[in-house]
Every structure is written in structure tokens, then in C-alpha cells.
């Protein structure tokens, strides 16, 4: 039996006889079951090649733990995927969110076990970085000097601080939380900004590296100072960032000329509406400026399907078809679209918009689980040509988070359109 698996949790154990006849008879309007084998391919191949060890990189020796090693610049986290890194977080809400609609517990555990064997060998490479090692692994970790270095692996440290209510997980989600709510640059306005590559610059990036990590504080400590601060940060970056003329969300504006940048990068529009569709997942129902985060991310949901194309998917620069499909982008305005459908928040017309862009998506996994056609990460530049160059490497990192959860939601849009 294929992973289909008789969609067991999929479709909550419904009668094989029934789910049969909805797959024949609506197959127009909703996707077959075998439309979600993809997203447990993406899955699994990232847990195939997480190998939750430390190897040396001159001797290629491998390690379970760095437990009475001697402190040394050679050794380092061998897999990508168990690096301190803002797409690591997102991978690992990806995979809890996954498990959460299947029912499927390795794809929680795999979280689990992520930051496990992080907080497990912290001590290490701390060691190295006070010693002046420029970059060990966890370097982001001990940093904490912008919002990359903490607001995404916060998330997903919440979502497994769920289920493992581990003392050092909750010290750190605290600090990391005092730092945005304190210690990160801001406007005048409040508004979250960096000083790269102007003073006070504001990157449509940080909108989700603050946000959703805001929200789940909120959730976790019932205090509306973080429900307040994120949904001021959806407002003002609203504010500065969002052309009334197409809606769609420049990918910075600049403080020193109060102009933005050349840019309707896809993948910042990504970061825009999924920090804002985690926002309202959160956000009690009766919170003040709810309705508000509503009609803003629904007016960029109308935005941005009007550039889709007509195979599915969104390009590199979403005004720009000429650049080219890219992959993280339309898994996040995938996710994002179904999760509005879903919870309500714009018409279940646009559940058509979610349904041709995750089958668009399907055409880029391989048969190995890699997916293609992904921006390797992205700086700020003044010139429309860095953004048309940018490299796609196979199977980058940047688009595997939003790829399951794109999966989880089309598979709970699927459900609940039945």
C-alpha cells in the first residue's frame, strides 16, 4: 500500500469505500489523495539525511556527542539541517505542523529531536565561540544580534517545548523574547529594522523572524504585551512596505529617504503573509486589531493571486514574469491561501488559487524527496539584476519549511472542503 496509507490520519479514518467515492466524484474541485505523497517525500528525505552528528572536518571522524571532546575549530554539526539557523526553525514547525494534521508522530519527534541534540551540545561550542571561533556551530545561538539569530528556531523551540517542558528551552525562548521586545533596532515608530545595508532599513524578511515567535509567547505566557507588539509589526510593516497600486510588499524601505527598495521579491511576500497567518492562528478572537491582521493579509492574498501564473506558480520577482518559478515563494503563499480558507478568512473561492499552486509544486519534488527550483538565501540590493541572478540550487533549505507546511494545510483544505 502506497504512502497514500490509506491516508489514514489524513482523512481522520474515514471509510476507504467513502473516501473513494468523494476522490472519484469531486476530483474537479478537490485533490486526489495521491496529491500529498510528495510532501512525506520532502519529509522523510530530510529526516534520511539529518545525521545528529559531529564529524571533524579534517579527519571526516564522526561523533554521537561532543561529551568529553577536546575543544577544537575542526569539529562541527555534520548535517546542514542541525545548524542554529532561521530556515532550520521553520523546517522544524513544518514537521510539527505535519505531524499535528496526520497524526504521524516521527515527524514531531524529528523536532524533538533537533533541538535535543542542540541544547545537548551547546556547552562545546560555546567554548569555541568565547575562544574568538568566528563561526561554530550554534554561532547564531550565542550571538543573538539580530532577528535571523532567534525568532524562527524560537518558534519552533515553542512548538516542542509543547510536548518536552525542558528548563534551558524556556530560559532561552525568555531571552530571545527580551531581546526583540528590547534589545533589536527599531523606528521611532516602534517598527523592527537593522542597520544593513542602511541605518535603519526595514526588511520584509523580519516580519516573520519576530512575529510568529511573538505570537507563541503570547500563547505560551498569556500576556497581550507580545500579541500587541506583533500585531504592530504587521501594521507598520504594512505601512512601509505594501504597494497600494499592485499588493504587493516591497522588499525594504529605507529610513534615510523614506524610499523602498526595487524589489517585489517572492519570498519576502512569503515571510509577510505566513508571519501573519501564524499571527491570527494565535491571536484570541475577540484581540483588538484581529479584523485589522485580517484585511491586511487578505488584501495581499487578492495581490498576490492576480500573479500567479497560469501553470501555477509565482516567479522570483512576482511582477517580473520573465524571472524565473520559484519554489519557496508559492509553498508559502500556498500555505498561506489554504490557511485562509480554512479559518475563514477570505472566501472559499481562492481555494482553487492554494489547489493550482500546490500542484505546480509537485512537479518540482524529484523522486528522491528533493525539491527544485528554490533562491538560495538573499540579501538587500539596489540593482533588479542581483534578484533576477540569484542562484536555485537543488533541494535548498530555504524552501523545505514552507513546502510542509503548504502540505499539512492543502491536506487539511482538502479535508475540510469535502
Sequence with gaps: MSRNLIVKNMFYR???ISLLFFVNFFSSSLLAQDKFDEVFRVADNIIDNTS????????????GSTKGLEASSKLKVESQYNDWRYENGVMAIGMAYLSEVTGDEKYRDYARHLYSFIFENLDYFKKLYDSGEKHPSFFKYFRLSMLDDCGAMGAGLYEVYKFDEEKEYREYMNRAADYI????LRLDDGTLARDWPR?????????YMSVPFLARMG??????????????QVKNFNQHLFNQSNGLYYHCWYSDNEQNGVAHWGRCNGWIVMAEVELLKLLPESFDGKQDVINILQNHLIGLSRFQDKDGMWHQLLNKPDSYPESSSTAMFVYAVASAVNNGWIDKSYASVAKDGWEALLKKVTDKG?????????????????????????N???????????????????????
Design 181 to 184: 521586545l528590547t534589545g533589536q
Design 370 to 394: 528533493e525539491l527544485e527550483g528554490t533562491c538560495k538565501g538573499t540579501g538587500i540590493k539596489d540593482n533588479i539584476k542581483f534578484y533576477y541572478e540569484r542562484p536555485a540550487p537543488l
Design 14 to 16: 474515514r471509510p476507504l
Design 396 to 418: 535548498d533549505i530555504h524552501g523545505l519549511g514552507a513546502f510542509l507546511l503548504a502540505g499539512a494545510e492543502m491536506i487539511k483544505m482538502n479535508d475540510l472542503l469535502k
Design 219 to 232: 500563547k505560551l505566557t498569556g500576556e497581550n504585551k507580545y500579541f500587541d507588539d506583533a500585531v504592530k
Design 52 to 63: 545528529f552528528k559531529i564529524i571533524d572536518r579534517k579527519t571526516k571522524e564522526q561523533y
Design 199 to 207: 541605518q535603519n532599513t526595514i526588511w520584509a524578511d523580519d516580519l
